[in-house]
């Protein structure tokens, strides 16, 4: 598996859980576990105007990464994120800004002491985070499919599709979360070869990620955040 494979199966542990932006909260908490290793994420957003800063805070003993995207108009603008994961080896600086006519790239391999610079000239491309938040705002219903262009490091665009498979009720601590349960995988001839990803995001809006599980992780919202109580099947 490439490096553009291999970090899509990561990201998508990681990032289609634990950097969902939300609406209603200020912040989001999640307990999860990578490769049998406890990961905590303290997630925070803010809204000026037009502009969306979604930053997300993964810690544990053996993991280290900040990651900020912001959002335009509802369009990926920029993204800067630094990584120390003892786990996979990985240690990286990674930041894209949006130009005129294109995105430009630097990725600053640490582990290697190698720098990459390059240019996306994808027309909307987008992080898992940014995708994520349009989704948010979506109105959903099942048998929906919707396809998107993930930006990946260092520079590449890899397409994805989400599908609302059903509708189920998740119990997270006191809370019962009407939810749909979707499918991530690649829009492409080889997705069979990769792991699948199962997601589960509320039903109400926002359609926050309430539970994500694959064949390496499992992620789940935890139930002191206040969010819940907007969300929760009694609540109107």
Excluded at 14 to 24: K, S
Excluded at 194 to 220: C, E, G, N, R, V
Aim: proline share 4%; aromatic share 14%.
């Amino acid at each position: 598996m490439n490096l553009h494979q291999k970090y899509l199966c990561k990201v998508i542990i990681f990032y289609l859980l634990l950097n969902t932006p939300p609406l209603l909260a200020t912040t989001l908490e999640y307990d999860g576990i990578y490769k049998n290793h406890k990961v905590n994420t303290i997630y925070t957003f803010k809204k000026d105007n037009s502009t969306n800063y979604i930053k997300s805070e993964i810690t544990s003993n053996k993991i280290s990464e900040i990651n900020q995207t912001i959002l335009k108009n509802g369009e990926f603008e920029s993204l800067t994120q630094t990584t120390s994961n003892e786990i996979d080896g990985e240690y990286f600086y990674w930041e894209i800004y949006k130009e005129d006519g294109f995105f430009s790239v630097t990725f600053n391999n640490h582990k290697f002491n190698e720098v990459f610079t390059g240019r996306i000239y994808e027309e909307k491309p987008l992080t898992l985070q940014g995708i994520i938040y349009k989704i948010q705002n979506y109105d959903l219903k099942l048998n929906q499919t919707f396809f998107f262009k993930l930006i990946t490091p260092w520079k590449t665009i890899i397409p994805i599709r989400f599908k609302i498979i059903e509708e189920t009720t998740l119990q997270i601590g006191k809370y019962n979360i009407p939810s749909y349960f979707i499918k991530l995988e690649l829009d492409l001839f080889f997705r069979s070869l990769l792991p699948k990803t199962s997601i589960w995001i509320s039903k109400k809006k926002p359609h926050i990620l309430i539970k994500q599980i694959d064949s390496k992780s499992k992620y789940t919202i935890k139930s002191s955040n206040t969010i819940l109580n907007e969300l929760d099947d009694e609540s109107p």
